[in-house]
Every structure is written in C-alpha cells, then in structure tokens.
C-alpha cells in the first residue's frame, strides 16, 4: 500500500511539474539570441532576424493592444489558425508612437504567417542585429524604463560602443 501511495505521489507531482512548465514562461519558445560578452546584468546579444507581428499602443495601457494581439495567435486572423505564445513581448517607442510585438514561432517565416483579421495588426521581420541588453525586474512601468534605459546608455558609452537604434524592452511577464 505504501509503495502504491508513493506511486501515486510521485505521479502526482510529475503531472503537476509538466504543466506547470507549460503555463510558465519556461513552457514558451523564446526569441533565440547568441551572448557575445556579459557583464553581470549587461550584456551584448546577436538576435536573428525575427518575424512578428505588431500593433500600435496608445496611452499608459496600450489600448487593448496586447488583446489584439492575443486575438490573432488565437485564431482571429485570415486562416483561423492558433499560434503558439512566445517570449518576450516586445515593445518599443516613445509616447507618440508606441509599439507592441509578439515574435511568432521560429518555424514560422514571414509567407507562414497568416494575413490578421485585425488591420491595425501587422506582421514584419526585424533584422538581425547585435544589442546591448540590460536585465532588469518587476512590471512595466515609465518610471522603470526609464531608469533602466538610464543604466544602460551608461554601461554602452562606458563600453565605447555606438548606440543606433531606439530602446527595444523584452517583457516576460509581470
């Protein structure tokens, strides 16, 4: 009886763990990124070129930019196909022109994705690139970006290395 109890435990918790990996952030594919150097919570980051699709945000709550967005990899698009969540959602911009990205699976290349059902969602590709990335916690926030954006273009011209691009933040969850 004991062992039968133990089985039934430890299945229990197996059970448990697996779909508890599937509701987490390490349940989701990640936009993939090679580290070329690190330093502590800094570091330099090659990113593929990536397809995602994207939408506007306006105002301090993104204007159910995150819901459009949500409603197209669940089926709201030209082929009423599901498309799996991934991380990070990407969001870039000042407060006159914000944006939301979700990047779309890597077997999913720009003639994969469906047309979205929601014009003020599209689907693009992002180039390659190398970045300069900060790590940083807790939910998003002005204030937060800020001060982290702050840190980094210190760590950058500390470095001596050219920033080209406006900031890119790479959210996992709250």
């Known amino acids: 009886m004991k062992i039968i109890l133990l089985f039934s435990v430890l299945l229990i918790g197996g059970v448990l763990g697996v779909a508890s990996c599937q509701t987490s952030r390490a349940g989701y594919e990640s936009a993939p990124y090679e580290v070329v150097r690190s330093d502590g919570k ?3 980051r090659d990113y593929p070129a990536m397809t995602v699709v994207e939408t506007t945000m306006v105002g301090e709550n993104g204007d159910g930019s995150f819901r459009r967005l949500f409603g ?10 599901k498309i799996a969540m991934t991380t990070p959602v990407f969001m870039a911009g000042s407060d006159t022109g914000r944006t939301m990205a979700f990047v779309m699976p890597a077997k999913m290349k720009m003639g994969d994705v469906p047309q979205p059902a929601d014009v003020s969602v599209v689907v693009r590709d992002i180039a390659a690139g190398r970045f300069a990335v900060l790590s940083f916690s807790g939910g998003r926030s002005d204030e937060r970006e800020e001060e982290s954006l702050g840190h980094l273009e210190t760590w950058i011209a ?10 890119i933040y790479g959210y996992f969850d709250p």
Do not use: L
């Open 42 to 44: 800094f570091e330099v």
């Open 72 to 81: 197209f990899i669940t089926g709201r698009n030209a082929n009423k196909e």
């Open 158 to 167: 500390k470095e001596g290395f050219q920033s080209s691009v406006s900031p």
